[in-house]
């Protein structure tokens, strides 16, 4: 999340990670930037209009590096020519200010799922099914009472179709930058979570690489 209104920033920060995603705030084009080079972000959420470094050089940037960063850009000016310029710096959708909360959630969930390769709107393995949009996961038709990290954890997993995916990259994409690398918590989430999925066992641990579905 890039915003340069502190307020604003960290009050969608909040609505999201309710939402189970991982947030890290810029407040500052400069900062985007810092941090884009450092971590793969699904989504930056960008605000156009900031100082110093203005929003469509950041936009400019990370198209001109190759990110594969998907870029929602925000701005207080909602005119068509605002707009279809915006997305011509390269950006992947556009909300004018001010914005509902939910739609901005909707909206990085559509522009994420465009990611290569990209992602139906509904995972299913075998008679696992979840549904990243409404929030559920059932398993044999039975609704699974996930926590939002246990949701996000399984999300990211199925959405690695099979690939394994190592506790540092579940850090990255579940939890955001405050949390300590060398915290158990995501072991301990892995634990609660295949607890709840229930028999036959669906993620499956790899030695000294990580887990997966």
């Not at 470094?53 to 000016?77: E, F, P």
């Not at 579940?174 to 669906?202: C, I, Q, Y």
Request: glycine share 8%; net charge negative; hydrophobic share 45%.
């Amino acid at each position: 999340m890039v915003e340069d209104q502190a307020a604003l920033a960290d009050s969608v920060a909040r609505v999201l990670r309710r939402e189970g995603m991982a947030v890290d705030v810029a407040y500052d084009g400069t900062a985007a930037l810092d941090r884009t080079s450092v971590l793969d972000y699904d989504v930056v959420v960008l605000d156009r209009d900031l100082p110093g470094m203005h929003g469509d050089q950041v936009c400019r940037t990370l198209v001109g590096q190759g990110s594969l960063s998907r870029v929602l850009m925000l701005t207080a000016s909602g005119t068509v020519a605002e707009r279809v310029e915006g997305l011509g710096l390269g950006a992947d959708d556009y909300l004018p200010k001010p914005f509902a909360y939910a739609e901005l959630v909707a909206r990085i969930r559509a522009v994420a799922r465009r990611a290569a390769p990209a992602t139906p709107p509904v995972l299913v393995h075998g008679d696992l099914r979840v549904d990243p949009a409404q929030r559920t996961a059932t398993r044999a038709g039975a609704r699974l009472a996930l926590t939002p990290k246990e949701f996000a954890v399984l999300e990211h997993l199925l959405t690695a179709a099979g690939r394994v995916v190592s506790a540092e990259e579940l850090l990255d994409h579940v939890w955001d930058e405050a949390t300590d690398p060398f915290t158990t918590t995501v072991k301990a989430t892995v634990n609660r979570l295949r607890a709840k999925l229930g028999d036959p066992p669906l993620i499956v641990t790899v030695a000294r690489a990580g887990y997966r579905i």
